[in-house]
């Protein structure tokens, strides 16, 4: 059997791991069941890759986040591995095939979603496989008091009846210890190990600033800290408006966000990654697959609606161990603006009930139908059809999908329909004269059955890579076949994909996820306090004040955090300051309203003092509040 480390040095290059990897690896090699928790950038898919590799058969591996598996996937096949995703838009024939592939084509890896887990089929054959590690990612899902909760991961148990003597491994970039015990019973854990790595972040200084004017201090930063940069931003329309704010005044930026085509991300992303941007403005779509070691700003120019959120996008920077700067500027309309976001946004009951009627109504699907149909959606003519907002909307869209009534994937696509409407010898003696299209019709004739018959589904992305055009020129090319009355053609953009999951129910549907709804509702408004909690107590360290959300409370103050720095400024205490305080408190113990009274320091000042006193344990708090000199 491989070392692990011949594994890495293989497969990743490189000669050592990360803290806690090689002891978790090392426990699911041993049959264990782990928990791993992984601060962001803490290599947890590695955890489970290399044991999976060593041992003979396949690697079950659970995840909520298309964008996550495709990208892992991805990397596999780039490394010589064989790896596969079923995630949706595939038909009951290729999940037939991939299936049998993983049974007997040597597959490593298969990556598969809590939903897609639940299918008949998927099981069966699952049974069939030589598992030898079940991997759960982003495991605080499981949880109904995580704060992404699904209760389809409940159904992961299934994989431990279908190969009870398999082990299984859960990983979480964060979770509270009641999170940790809920995930250990969910996935039936026996005694399972439990890997943490402290959350903090030595080289990376958290900065809260006060501005009114965010795009001057943008600025100000991104010229003192030239490295590269991440904003984060509330939406769509702020990537672009910032963006092109900072290419105006000569720094170099890109933009992401949900919207975007796949080549569009993917050039967006390769422009920055190649340092060609210094700077990406982008929404919290910005995220899976994130590797790059030199960002050294990362700014966020709203309010994150967690501090989970925050902890795994401000984590980017510093990857390095350079150091790094996670900023959030701040001013007096965030709260209003973020609790409108977060808060006010949040679709009741009702409401949802609304969404997923229209919805079902909108793709003509029968009461007692629908399940696995698959459906191109364009959420803007959607909201615009039943005159709904579109922030509750888009949110009552992701609760459906978080609780598997529906998967809603993100991506923009080019649907079109053709069909041609002249006979065979007019349409040849056409094309004889436009050579163009006549590629276009050719390859339209040879992979669509039914096109002189019926409008038929094409598929331009697809055209275009055969014929070697852009698949803006070929519906440039079908639209002028259109406006001759060749064919006729219909073409519109979807910026999502929807895959009905249970059968329409209509208010039965709704009322079995209302408990869950609203329980996760509570907890997001728990979590923005949080973040309001943050970001207005700057006496506290910022860096203590994130990890004791975390449960580490032995953590030290960082000296580089904004509160940090404000405070050294403070500090700079003389020895007769110290000495003025301790000859008040000889004769008896003061309060700091009494001490401030008798001498000529203000209250920051003698707060300062005081605090500086009390750490050197010269001075101790009684239970009046009321300070004195410390006894030895």
């Given at each position: 059997?491989?070392?692990?480390?011949?594994?890495?040095?293989?497969?990743?290059?490189?000669?050592?791991?990360?803290?806690?990897?090689?002891?978790?690896?090392?426990?699911?090699?041993?049959?264990?069941?782990?928990?791993?928790?992984?601060?962001?950038?803490?290599?947890?898919?590695?955890?489970?890759?290399?044991?999976?590799?060593?041992?003979?058969?396949?690697?079950?591996?659970?995840?909520?986040?298309?964008?996550?598996?495709?990208?892992?996937?991805?990397?596999?096949?780039?490394?010589?591995?064989?790896?596969?995703?079923?995630?949706?838009?595939?038909?009951?024939?290729?999940?037939?095939?991939?299936?049998?592939?993983?049974?007997?084509?040597?597959?490593?890896?298969?990556?598969?979603?809590?939903?897609?887990?639940?299918?008949?089929?998927?099981?069966?054959?699952?049974?069939?496989?030589?598992?030898?590690?079940?991997?759960?990612?982003?495991?605080?899902?499981?949880?109904?008091?995580?704060?992404?909760?699904?209760?389809?991961?409940?159904?992961?148990?299934?994989?431990?009846?279908?190969?009870?003597?398999?082990?299984?491994?859960?990983?979480?970039?964060?979770?509270?210890?009641?999170?940790?015990?809920?995930?250990?019973?969910?996935?039936?854990?026996?005694?399972?190990?439990?890997?943490?790595?402290?959350?903090?972040?030595?080289?990376?200084a958290y900065l809260t600033l006060d501005c009114e004017d965010k795009y001057f201090k943008t600025v100000q930063i991104l010229k003192?800290?030239?490295?590269?940069?991440?904003?984060?931003?509330?939406?769509?329309?702020?990537?672009?408006?910032?963006?092109?704010?900072?290419?105006?005044?000569?720094?170099?930026?890109?933009?992401?966000?949900?919207?975007?085509?796949?080549?569009?991300?993917?050039?967006?992303?390769?422009?920055?990654?190649?340092?060609?941007?210094?700077?990406?403005?982008?929404?919290?779509?910005?995220?899976?697959?994130?590797?790059?070691?030199?960002?050294?700003?990362?700014?966020?120019?709203?309010?994150?609606?967690?501090?989970?959120?925050?902890?795994?996008?401000?984590?980017?920077?510093?990857?390095?161990?350079?150091?790094?700067?996670?900023?959030?500027?701040?001013?007096?309309?965030?709260?209003?603006?973020?609790?409108?976001?977060?808060?006010?946004?949040?679709?009741?009951?009702?409401?949802?009930?609304?969404?997923?009627?229209?919805?079902?109504?909108?793709?003509?699907?029968?009461?007692?139908?629908?399940?696995?149909?698959?459906?191109?959606?364009?959420?803007?003519?959607?909201?615009?059809?039943?005159?709904?907002?579109?922030?509750?909307?888009?949110?009552?869209?992701?609760?459906?999908?978080?609780?598997?009534?529906?998967?809603?994937?993100?991506?923009?696509?080019?649907?079109?329909?053709?069909?041609?409407?002249?006979?065979?010898?007019?349409?040849?003696?056409?094309?004889?004269?436009?050579?163009?299209?006549?590629?276009?019709?050719?390859?339209?004739?040879?992979?669509?059955?039914?096109?002189?018959?019926?409008?038929?589904?094409?598929?331009?992305?697809?055209?275009?890579?055969?014929?070697?055009?852009?698949?803006?020129?070929?519906?440039?090319?079908?639209?002028?076949?259109?406006?001759?009355?060749?064919?006729?053609?219909?073409?519109?953009?979807?910026?999502?994909?929807?895959?009905?999951?249970?059968?329409?129910?209509?208010?039965?549907?709704?009322?079995?996820?209302?408990?869950?709804?609203?329980?996760?509702?509570?907890?997001?408004?728990?979590?923005?306090?949080?973040?309001?909690?943050y970001i207005k107590n700057d006496g506290i360290c910022k860096s203590q004040k994130l990890l004791s959300y975390f449960e580490e409370?032995?953590?030290?103050?960082?000296?580089?955090?904004?509160?940090?720095?404000?405070?050294?400024?403070?500090?700079?205490?003389?020895?007769?300051?110290?000495?003025?305080?301790?000859?008040?408190?000889?004769?008896?113990?003061?309060?700091?309203?009494?001490?401030?009274?008798?001498?000529?320091?203000?209250?920051?000042?003698?707060?300062?003092?005081?605090?500086?006193?009390?750490?050197?344990?010269?001075?101790?708090?009684?239970?009046?509040?009321?300070?004195?000199?410390?006894?030895?």
């Open positions: 059997m491989k070392h692990p480390i011949e594994i890495l040095e293989h497969y990743w290059k490189f000669s050592e791991f990360k803290p806690q990897q090689e002891a978790i690896i090392e426990a699911v090699l041993a049959n264990e069941d782990c928990i791993a928790l992984l601060p962001t950038g803490g290599g947890k898919s590695i955890c489970f890759q290399i044991p999976a590799l060593i041992k003979d058969g396949i690697c079950i591996v659970v995840s909520p986040l298309i964008a996550l598996m495709q990208d892992q996937v991805n990397n596999l096949k780039e490394k010589g591995i064989k790896a596969m995703a079923l995630t949706s838009g595939y038909t009951y024939d290729d999940i037939d095939r991939m299936l049998d592939n993983c049974i007997y084509g040597n597959y490593k890896f298969l990556y598969l979603s809590p939903e897609r887990l639940q299918q008949d089929l998927v099981q069966e054959r699952i049974k069939q496989m030589n598992v030898n590690v079940i991997a759960v990612d982003e495991a605080h899902c499981i949880s109904q008091w995580g704060h992404d909760f699904r209760p389809a991961y409940r159904d992961i148990k299934t994989l431990r009846t279908l190969h009870p003597s398999v082990n299984v491994i859960g990983l979480t970039a964060s979770a509270t210890a009641k999170v940790v015990e809920d995930i250990s019973t969910q996935l039936d854990c026996i005694a399972p190990q439990i890997f943490k790595t402290s959350f903090q972040r030595p080289n990376l003192k800290y030239a490295g590269t940069s991440i904003i984060y931003v509330r939406n769509r329309k702020a990537t672009l408006e910032i963006s092109g704010y900072l290419n105006k005044i000569g720094i170099t930026s890109g933009y992401y966000h949900g919207g975007l085509s796949p080549k569009e991300k993917d050039t967006q992303f390769e422009r920055w990654t190649a340092n060609e941007n210094q700077v990406m403005v982008a929404t919290n779509a910005f995220g899976m697959g994130i590797d790059k070691a030199n960002v050294q700003t990362v700014i966020h120019h709203n309010l994150p609606e967690s501090l989970e959120s925050y902890y795994q996008e401000a984590g980017r920077a510093g990857r390095n161990n350079e150091n790094a700067y996670a900023v959030i500027l701040r001013n007096t309309s965030d709260e209003k603006n973020s609790k409108s976001q977060y808060i006010n946004g949040l679709p009741d009951i009702a409401f949802l009930k609304n969404v997923y009627k229209r919805l079902c109504n909108y793709f003509q699907i029968s009461y007692g139908e629908g399940v696995d149909t698959v459906h191109n959606f364009n959420f803007k003519l959607f909201c615009s059809t039943y005159s709904l907002p579109s922030i509750l909307t888009y949110n009552a869209l992701k609760i459906l999908d978080r609780t598997s009534i529906i998967s809603l994937e993100e991506r923009f696509k080019n649907t079109a329909f053709l069909q041609i409407i002249i006979g065979n010898t007019a349409l040849f003696n056409y094309i004889e004269k436009h050579p163009k299209q006549a590629l276009i019709i050719k390859v339209v004739l040879r992979s669509h059955e039914g096109v002189f018959d019926h409008s038929t589904e094409i598929f331009t992305q697809t055209i275009a890579k055969k014929i070697n055009l852009s698949e803006d020129e070929v519906i440039s090319h079908l639209t002028a076949l259109n406006k001759a009355e060749i064919v006729q053609f219909e073409s519109s953009k979807t910026d999502a994909q929807i895959t009905f999951i249970e059968p329409r129910e209509d208010d039965k549907t709704i009322h079995r996820i209302s408990k869950i709804v609203s329980q996760q509702q509570d907890l997001k408004k728990a979590q923005l306090q949080s973040v309001f909690d409370i032995d953590s030290k103050q960082c000296g580089i955090c904004s509160s940090c720095l404000e405070r050294s400024k403070k500090s700079v205490i003389s020895e007769s300051d110290s000495k003025t305080i301790l000859t008040l408190l000889k004769t008896d113990a003061l309060s700091s309203r009494k001490l401030e009274a008798l001498s000529t320091f203000n209250s920051e000042k003698l707060t300062t003092i005081l605090t500086n006193l009390l750490e050197k344990e010269l001075i101790e708090l009684t239970e009046r509040n009321t300070y004195k000199l410390k006894t030895s």
